[in-house]
């Protein structure tokens, strides 16, 4: 729980899918089915604008009666998005992701974005953390450790 963000990050890398404001949402969901995921950063001349997710197609398109065609990520995307640093430790990211209702949040330092993490990202981590936690308490008590 004390982990930093950053060597999540360097786990995980720090490739991110981004699209820009001006284009369409059609063109945000077909990049978030591509790649199999639920969000995809909005920058705009290396700046990050906004987030566009899952959430936003199902309250902001569907729910509206907008067509996704026509209407730009500009329109429908979360535009005040929080972001994390990357010396958060994973509990107060676990805290964010449950405060604000997210499931999303770049890393950002100095104004720069760093890459992205999302809660299945702290909930893999915390699974292979605590797989690894139960190995060495397996081996421990089997006697595999000297004393």
């Known amino acids: 729980m004390n ?3 950053a060597v999540l990050l360097s786990r995980k890398g720090s490739a991110v899918q981004a699209v820009a404001p001006s284009d369409t949402v059609a063109d945000a969901v077909r990049v978030m089915n591509e790649k199999k995921i639920g969000s995809v950063l909005v920058v705009e001349g290396g700046r990050l604008c906004g987030i566009f997710t899952e959430r936003d197609v199902l309250s902001r398109v569907v729910a ?3 067509d996704p065609r026509t ?3 500009s329109a429908v995307m979360t535009a005040r998005l929080e972001t994390i640093a990357p010396d958060m430790t994973l509990g107060e990211v676990m805290g964010l992701f449950t405060n604000k209702r997210c499931r999303h949040l770049p890393v950002v330092c100095d104004g720069e974005l760093l890459g992205l993490i999302s809660i299945g990202d702290v909930s893999r981590w915390l699974a292979d953390t605590h797989r690894a936690e139960v190995e060495h308490l397996r081996q ?8």
Request: aromatic share 12%; net charge positive.
């Open 3 to 5: 982990t930093p963000v």
């Open 64 to 66: 509206a009666g907008i």
């Open 71 to 73: 209407t730009r990520v």
């Open 140 to 147: 421990y008590i089997a006697g595999g450790y000297p004393t």
